[in-house]
């Protein structure tokens, strides 16, 4: 029986596998250096830290390019971990982070870690038939040249076809607003449901 499950075949799922694999042989060699209680995720954080002193939780996720949430979520497991605190900052809104004295201890560590980290990779690099590293650039700048959006646009149906009814929105109903209507009858439909 062949599925209609159009995530059994994917182009992203074997590259978001294999950093997941990366990120964990990172994992590993903690274990293996006797590091308990950081993850990956927390070196770029730690070592901005060091660097630049306390920052806001919004200033920190900037620097990792991460989001808000996703920043705050790390801030609280790293601040569990005994890695990072935090102390009011300008405004009652604000608190900044700062490394604890055990966080400060392990950047050393990281930073070299981090550079091994990089060395590897190039390493790994150099073995491919083709660079990776161009790969990456290449993409990128087609990306810039046409947006992933658009070309994931491009490939869907045109409107009025599964992209309405997989929101049940029937065939014919307008997605955008009416002049002066801060909700478009598509909206106000799935709001009734």
Known sequence: MTSSD????????PLKALLADMDAAIGELYARRGISGV????????????HLGPLSVKALAAEVAVTHSAMSQT?????????????????????????????AALVPF??????ATEAAVAELDDE?????????????????????????????????????????V??????????GDPESPAQRLRAER
């Not at 993850?39 to 060091?50: N, Q």
């Not at 990281?110 to 550079?115: I, Y």
């Not at 658009?150 to 992209?163: F, K, T, V, Y």
Request: proline share 8%.
């Open 6 to 13: 159009p995530t059994r075949e994917s182009w992203l799922v």
């Open 39 to 50: 993850r990956p995720r927390f070196s770029m954080a730690l070592i901005r830290l060091h």
């Open 75 to 103: 801030v609280s497991t790293m601040r569990r971990e005994g890695l990072v605190e935090s102390a009011p900052g300008e405004d009652a809104r604000t608190r900044l982070i700062a490394l604890t004295a055990k966080g």
């Open 110 to 115: 990281l930073e070299a870690e981090w550079r």
């Open 128 to 168: 491919l038939p083709y660079r990776v590293t161009q790969v990456i650039a290449d993409m990128a700048a087609a990306l810039r040249e046409r947006p992933f959006v658009d070309r994931i646009e491009e490939q869907l149906p045109a409107n009025g076809s599964a992209g309405h009814q997989a929101c049940g």
């Open 170 to 179: 029937p065939d014919g109903v307008d997605e955008g607003p009416e002049p």
